[in-house]
């Protein structure tokens, strides 16, 4: 007799799942690891000793690193890994970082232990900063751009490149993995908090998130959908959003008022807040 044919459900032969783990660095950053078969890459690794560790531990090769802005705390571990390990380190085009081989522009697509990443460029906390999505994976390493329910600073860019930015990730599915290069989250629902009190997602969102904290977890990855309900930089355009950035800067803003002019009242209130 012959056996049936194999279930439509099942893994294609030799087909491993990507698992994807948060490897804590410094104080609050997440260098992001993926591992597929014994196969590694890494996102912004700001140091190399966590890593190192980890690939030794697991007898896992690192084959790629992926950066998405030159800050230190970035790309800090990239020359300690490749002296190591022989990985590819993949940054943006215009990164004055030197240490990259391949240099990526706006529309580039990365092959990732057997994922397709697109890159998206996403000026505004420096002017090199790029994203890497995966529609196949749901994922988007999004570095220092966007945060859990906040945003990063304007080091380089300007409020409209940040506001810009901030829209085309906010415009990928719901359903998108929001994985993030810092544990910022519960100071940023403070914030989120202080401009929309009344928004009851945000409410709940504090709560799983304390309770995560107090558990010793990450609050990352999100999703893009909980960052549409509950991150105010999201939700320039929201009634509530704009009042309270008017009550805060009442001379700042015309009327009707314009998003871009709502998300840099909110960046500079963050910054002092
Ligand atoms: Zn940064
Ligand atoms: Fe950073």
Partial sequence: MTPPSASQDAPAAGAAALHIQPVPAFRDNYIWLLERGGRVAVVDPGEAVAVLQLLAAHQWRLDTILLTHHH???VGGVS???????????????????????????????????????VMTVPGHTLDHIAYWSAEQAAVFCGDTLFACGCGRLFEGSAAQMAASLGRLG?????????????YTLSNLRFALAV???NTDLQQRR???????????????STIALERATNP??????????????????????TPADPVGVFGVLRGWKDRY
Wanted: glycine letters at 8%.
């Fill in 80 to 118: 300690d890994l490749v002296r190591a390990h022989p990985a590819r380190v993949f940054g943006p085009a215009n990164s004055p970082f030197d240490a990259i081989d391949v240099r990526l522009r706006e529309g580039d697509t990365v092959a990732v232990l057997g994922t397709t990443f697109s």
């Fill in 196 to 198: 929309e009190p009344g």
């Fill in 72 to 74: 230190n705390d970035h």
């Fill in 233 to 254: 930089f999201l939700r320039c355009e929201v009634p509530a959003v704009q009042a309270a950035a008017r009550n805060h800067r009442p001379d700042a803003l015309g």
């Fill in 171 to 183: 415009g990928l599915p719901g359903d998108t993995r929001v994985y993030c290069a810092h544990e």
């Fill in 207 to 221: 709560e799983d998130c304390v309770e995560l904290r107090e558990r010793g977890l990450p609050t990352v990855p």
